[in-house]
């Protein structure tokens, strides 16, 4: 949507009540929504990878006769469609890799091992980035910007700007 085409749909809806049927404007671009689950998946694909023990295999062509064979091949099925087993294949979305990540960085049991230091970093520092990029988007980041002219007292220094959160803007040399 063009920006005129968003403001117009935004004024159509502000005076209806907002339970009405319809489309309404997403309070996020789309596009950000979109980076932020392509960075969540991708990071659970990563950390799953890394972190996620091998399914217990079982021979499965020996026949149901065999009581210890049949508890172990059932034990290996079970084991394969654990659900807190990360699937690689399928409909992912970020509520679900959220939620796994999540899991995972708390230790829950499951078929993984204990994230390390460096893996524990990169999901906070995914977590961090989605996080900024939702805030700055609704325009609740405070942002710094270099001012491209001097300053007008005698240092002559860089102005920057500071503001975009909600808070009156700062300009400082």
């Known amino acids: ?38 960075g969540l998946v ?25 009581d210890v064979h049949r508890q172990v091949v059932l034990l290996a ?10 699937k ?3 409909q992912r979305s ?6 796994w990540l999540s899991l995972r960085f708390r230790n829950s049991p499951g078929p993984f091992r204990t994230l390390a230091e460096g893996e524990r970093q990169a999901v906070e520092n995914v977590a961090r980035m989605g996080a900024e990029l939702i805030r700055r988007t609704l325009g609740e980041a405070r942002r ?12 002559g220094g860089q102005l920057v700007v500071e503001g975009g959160d909600g808070a009156p803007p700062v300009v400082r040399c």
């Open 77 to 86: 099925a079970k084991d394969s469609a654990d659900p807190r087993r990360w």
């Open 94 to 99: 970020a509520p679900e890799a959220a939620e």
């Open 1 to 38: 949507m063009t920006e005129e085409e968003r403001q117009e749909q935004a004024a159509d809806r502000a005076d209806t009540n907002p339970d009405a049927p319809g489309p309404r404007p997403t309070p996020v671009d789309v596009y950000v929504l979109m980076t932020i689950e392509t």
């Open 144 to 155: 710094t910007e270099a001012v491209p002219h001097p300053c007008p007292l005698p240092c």
């Open 42 to 66: 991708t990071t659970a694909d990563w950390l799953a990878e890394r972190v996620k023990r091998p399914a217990f295999r079982a021979a499965t062509g020996q026949g149901w006769s065999d």
């Open 88 to 90: 690689f294949t399928g």
